[in-house]
Nanobody, 127 residues
Framework: QVQLEESGGGSVEAGGSLTLSCAAS??????MAWMREAPGKDREGVAAIGWDGATTYADSANGRFSISRDTAKNTLVLQMNNLKEEESAMYYC???????????????????????WGQGTQVTVSS
């Protein structure tokens, strides 16, 4: 069973930066993603990265966020710059299950909906 644990959330003023990290329980050669869910809204993709290092971002995140993975440390990282108040949400680290398509489909999503999730880390951006 894959286990994912996020860290790095917190409170920041608009325009500030945060770095989120996700520690995986083992080596994961799967499509991985950061997704977020704000109160009253659907969970949405922020950024995703394929097993080959290819990346995709939500339109709103493009140019400000950067997703990366360290396969040696089994870690997924999301660097977020110039944060906006409307990006306050619970941020989740996620991985697609083995056996499912591991492709990216753009706009911050893996082709397959993730089957492994972390507990989430809260990001609050204040004006």
């Amino acid at each position: 069973q894959v286990q994912l644990e996020e860290s790095g959330g917190g409170s920041v003023e608009a325009g500030g930066s945060l770095t989120l990290s996700c520690a995986a329980s083992g080596y994961i050669k799967n499509c991985m993603a950061w997704m977020r869910e704000a109160p009253g809204k659907d969970r949405e993709g922020v950024a995703a990265i394929g097993w080959d290092g290819a990346t995709t971002y939500a339109d709103s995140a493009n140019g400000r966020f950067s997703i990366s993975r360290d396969t040696a440390k089994n870690t997924l990282v999301l660097q977020m710059n110039n944060l906006k108040e409307e990006e306050s949400a619970m941020y989740y680290c996620a991985a697609v299950r083995s056996g499912a398509s591991q492709d990216l489909i753009g706009r911050g999503y893996c082709r397959s909906w993730p089957g492994h999730w972390g507990q989430g880390t809260q990001v609050t951006v204040s004006s």
